[in-house]
């Protein structure tokens, strides 16, 4: 299984070919219920963008892609619970079935942010997909439309999700070690 797991990790949460089973029955999912729909896939940067890449293959369906930056969480694990667009949308969705793509929902503060943020634009439908779900820290209610797996109240890094921009390119999810976490 996983051979060599980063020295500044503990446990893996999920691996390579649980992701990629995550992944696929999601897209199976979406094929099924956006059949008659010409779908815009929304990916959240910088966290959403390897899911992104394998969920988009495992549709089976004509679709577009577009994507935003948000950033509220500095460079630390804590949210500042503040969102702001760093890079917008190029594409106009109103009028179109938009589906988000985020990896991970922890307070849900930035997902609730870009609903708000989308549907003032009109798309005729938004839906909302989310790799990994962490209801233990919700500090807003937010509809997830498509979760792929709930993960422990625990600081989680690779597939995509950093900390301090590292771990991205891990191609599993693990645990960050206690002690590389700075008390900032
Ligand atoms: P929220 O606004 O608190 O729901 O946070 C959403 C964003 O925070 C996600 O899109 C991630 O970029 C980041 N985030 C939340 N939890 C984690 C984690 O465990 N590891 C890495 N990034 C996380
Ligand atoms: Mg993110």
Known sequence: MSKNIHEDCKDVILTEEEIQETVDRLGSNITDQFSSDEVLLVGVLRGSVVFMSDLMRSIDLDLEIDFLAVGSYGDSTKSSGVVRV?????????????????????????????LGYLESRNPADLYTCSLLDKPARREVEVDVDLIGEKVPDEFLVGYGLDYGQKYRNLPYIAKLKDEVISND
């Open 86 to 114: 760093h890079k917008d949308l190029d594409e106009d969705i109103e009028g179109r079935t938009v589906l988000l793509v985020e990896d991970i929902v922890d307070t849900g503060l930035t997902l609730n942010f870009l």
